[in-house]
């Protein structure tokens, strides 16, 4: 029989088994675990004449720092048990980056793909208005973002929203992070996620002793890797990690794969989906019609970056990748981690390893607190003191610098100090939960160490904020 699965519980079990290896008290974990708030509408929305009902979420897991923060999510399979454990999931991921805030998740159970744009922003400024009315938005408050079915052009019909009703609200525009450029959004933000799968990846490679237990050369170069989903998360992680020298030999795609042991050039693909709006027929590649079965073939790196259990036990016996990269959220059931766990397979979670969204999310709400782009104060300044430096070292050497070394030299712009950024809290945050995967010897993977962390984080905060003496 196919396994049963209801996400929600998925995430408890991975707390429990993690609370074992704290010291926290029974009643702390309850707390933890618990969804602090769970909003459900129904709002009417005028589609084609007729009136439709939509059926929409925000959870707020955990207020134990607030504003809570997560993305929006349009998707048919939308439902209270999914929002609930993709907001636990925010709650843990937050923790592990040290990102200041509690976890939250909205979604609406829409498929965006039957609707035109002006229906989809009547559809989006509704809920919007929804959660102003409740005071489930606001800079202080809950910040939503990008998610699946989600992007740019959703958050900016959200800030505008919020700004028409909170007009003397001078921090107003840190209502929603994922924004356009013009409207408070910050360089670097679309690309958060996967550039921090790739940097969390890179990082996870460079460890000698792991990868000699995997049969695996220490470095990112020349591993062959697999990717589920080329939406936004998908594609820039399969981008950054062929800009970094992966084969990227396997996209799966829910109309289908494509398959080629030799690598695809990851930019020609991007070029011709956008041409044919498809990948079907991508001709440098095999087309495998049942894309579920790419993630079954060899691969050193299997990256699900599309949605949840995904891998179950019905397929986990069959998985021959040696790393699992979760770029998704949820994509590994419980049950299958241990049949991955039994066959050696390294498994890099999800709430550290798609944590890049989230923190350059981070970034885009100081910026828009600070109302000032990173970069803007000091850029020129650096530049200048640069061009002194090279203007010396060029006197009392008589070599010239070449271009390339000058702009290496360059000021940080905003993207500059964004990517920097992450790619720091991604190496910081992997060295944590690796220490502590390290410490514990009956510890199964890092899954349940990044839940340790996360757990003994949000612990301190609540015993600070004297809930449990
Ligand atoms: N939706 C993204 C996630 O699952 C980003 C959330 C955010 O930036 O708040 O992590």
């Not at 062929?242 to 794969?257: D, F, V």
């Amino acid at each position: 029989m196919s396994e049963q699965i209801k996400f929600f519980q998925n995430v408890q079990t991975y707390v429990e088994q993690a609370a074992a290896f704290t010291d926290l008290s029974k009643g702390l974990i309850d707390q933890i675990k618990a969804c602090n708030a769970v909003y459900r509408i129904n709002f009417p929305v005028k589609i084609k004449d007729k009136i439709k009902v939509i059926e929409a979420y925000r959870v707020q897991h955990s207020h134990h720092r607030m504003p809570t923060k997560g993305g929006i999510r349009y998707s048919i399979m939308v439902d209270q048990d999914e929002v609930m454990a993709l907001a636990a999931l925010m709650t843990y991921k937050c923790a592990v980056v040290n990102v200041p805030f509690g976890g939250a998740k909205g979604g609406i159970k829409i498929n965006p793909k039957e609707y035109t744009e002006e229906e989809l922003e009547r559809i989006t400024r509704r809920y919007a208005f929804e959660l102003i009315k409740k005071g489930f938005i606001g800079p202080s408050l809950d910040v939503p973002a990008p998610d699946y079915g989600t992007g740019e052009r959703e958050m900016s019909w959200i800030v505008d929203t919020y700004m028409q009703f909170n007009q003397q609200e001078i921090n107003g525009h840190a209502c929603v992070t994922g924004k356009p450029i013009g409207q408070g959004g910050i360089h670097g933000r679309t690309e958060a996620t996967g550039r921090g799968v790739f940097y969390g990846l890179r990082y996870a490679c460079t460890f000698a002793d792991d990868m000699k237990k995997l049969g695996l050369e220490p470095g990112l170069e020349g591993k062959s890797v697999i990717i589920q989903g080329f939406g936004n998360v998908g594609y820039y992680s399969a981008k950054v990690m062929y800009e970094n020298g992966a084969k990227i030999i396997g996209i799966a795609e829910y109309e289908g794969g494509l398959y080629n042991p030799n690598g695809i050039d990851i930019d020609d693909l991007k070029k011709y989906q956008l041409r044919n709006k498809t990948i079907k027929n991508y001709p440098k590649a095999k087309f495998i019609k049942q894309s579920s079965l790419l993630l079954e073939e060899a691969c050193d790196i299997l990256i699900p970056a599309a949605l949840e259990n995904q891998i179950t036990k019905d397929n986990a016996p069959r998985i021959k990748a040696k790393i699992i990269g979760e770029a998704a959220n949820g994509p590994i059931t419980p049950n299958a981690e241990a049949i991955l766990q039994k066959k050696g397979i390294m498994i890099i979670p999800d709430m550290y390893l798609n944590a890049g969204g989230v923190t350059v999310s981070y970034f885009e709400w100081l910026k828009n607190l600070s109302h000032v782009s990173f970069g803007r104060l000091d850029h020129r300044h650096q530049d200048e003191s640069f061009n002194r430096i090279v203007d010396l070292i060029e006197t009392n050497t008589g070599r010239r610098i070449s271009k390339r070394e000058k702009s290496a030299l360059r000021g940080a712009d905003e993207l500059d100090i964004v990517r920097s950024g992450l790619e720091d809290t991604m190496i910081s945050s992997y060295e944590n939960i690796r220490t502590i995967f390290k410490r514990h010897k009956k510890m199964q993977g890092l899954r349940t160490a990044a839940y340790v962390d996360a757990l003994e984080k949000i612990g301190i905060t609540y015993a600070k904020m004297g809930v449990f003496p």
